[in-house]
């Protein structure tokens, strides 16, 4: 009987992680799937039942992703996205919250942001000179403002000028003629460069 339960809670957990990676795969297409049966609440539990399951106990409590300590070297490079929920004129006007997205996206070579939301693209200048402000340069490419509702979005990328090139003839956001993605993904093309 106990290997019964066993086996039924190993089916469960399966198909736990099949539903979370397919609604994973859904919201970062720009949530191209809808999920009619699947409800928010189950969601939640299913993502903390996997990050507890998955996060170490020797994870430090006190982690501060501003301090992570990733390898440098001259073969690879480092690749982000980062969803800044609701990023825009409001959040960089609260104390302390520009310096510490910065100190994130310094820790890359090649950030892909999500969720901006603003008309006035003009607080995406003033946080590319307080991303500058550190030892590395960056770049910004920034796509055009999308979605269904009143709500319009964009993404961008930053990347460190000293590793990376792009090349822009290739940057473009995809065509979505069947009108399945809500917010179509934005693709560019990086290069990495030589090491001097």
């Not at 409590?61 to 480092?78: G, V, Y």
């Not at 946080?127 to 590395?136: R, T, Y």
């Not at 000293?162 to 003629?177: L, Q």
Request: charged share 25%; glycine share 6%; aromatic share 10%.
């Amino acid at each position: 009987m106990a290997e019964k339960s066993k086996k039924k809670t190993s089916l469960v957990k399966s198909w736990k992680l099949r539903g979370l990676a397919l609604l994973l795969i859904g919201l970062m297409g720009g949530g191209m799937f809808h999920f009619d049966i699947v409800k928010p609440k189950q969601v939640t539990r299913w993502v903390s039942d996997i990050i507890s399951s998955t996060v170490s106990p020797s994870t430090p409590s006190d982690w501060d992703a501003t301090e992570i300590d990733l390898p440098r070297s001259d073969e690879t490079i480092r690749i982000a996205t980062f969803n800044i929920q609701v990023f825009g004129h409001s959040k960089m006007q609260k104390p302390e919250v520009p310096q510490i997205l910065a100190r994130i996206i310094q820790q890359f070579d090649v950030v892909a942001v999500q969720e901006i939301r603003a008309l006035d693209q003009s607080f995406l200048d003033e946080f590319l000179k307080i991303l500058n402000a550190g030892e590395q340069q960056y770049g910004c490419l920034v796509g055009p403002r999308q979605g269904r509702t009143a709500s319009k979005e964009q993404y961008a990328y930053f990347y460190n000028t000293a590793r990376i090139t792009v090349n822009e003839k290739w940057t473009y956001t995809v065509i979505d003629k069947y009108d399945k993605l809500h917010r179509p993904p934005y693709v560019a093309h990086f290069r990495t460069l030589s090491p001097s």
